[in-house]
């Protein structure tokens, strides 16, 4: 498995507009070669935010970095609006491989 | 989705003791009913450590429960030994349901 994390701190308030704009948003992801799964997660509740994460699965390592630089990135990425103020902090991208799999 | 994802930061000179550990555990998983899916993820490197993540996906938030108060949870955390000197800091658990699920 190759997993792409991006990690969102969202204030609280802003919980209902950051899902809206994942929603709305056409990532175009489905025509992508290697693309395998994509997922918003939502995770652990603190004080001032909320975390979030977009999980998405590839192929391998050179799915996801043509992906990066096709159309089809930019295409997913024209339509999302400046939203800064809806997180603590910069969304911080993670990418992983597998080292064991059980399944 | 149901993902719980335990966060690890190893040392760099603990990573292949760390691997060793993983590998050689038997994690009786497979016969835990609403168990999907295990990984151990190896994500980013820093100069002071190397993120890992155990990464194992349910089929709901009661087969994670259940297992947790399960003996094959016990067995399976039995053998670990104490690994405290191979990690920066304690582990980090974090658990995420799905918001939005394409594939």
């Keep these: 498995m190759y997993l792409t994390m991006n990690r969102f701190k969202v204030r609280p308030e802003a919980v209902e ?53 096709s159309e089809a990135f930019r295409a997913a990425h024209r339509g999302a609006r400046s939203s800064g103020d809806l997180y603590l902090g910069p969304p911080e991208l993670e990418i992983f491989g597998s080292v064991i799999e059980l399944s």
């Design 17 to 69: 507009t950051f899902e809206e704009v994942w929603r709305s948003r056409d990532s175009h992801l489905k025509q992508v070669p290697g693309f395998i799964a994509f997922h918003l997660l939502k995770g652990p509740e603190r004080d001032d935010h909320v975390l979030y994460a977009s999980h998405t699965t590839w192929a391998d390592e050179a799915s996801f970095t043509a992906w990066t630089t």
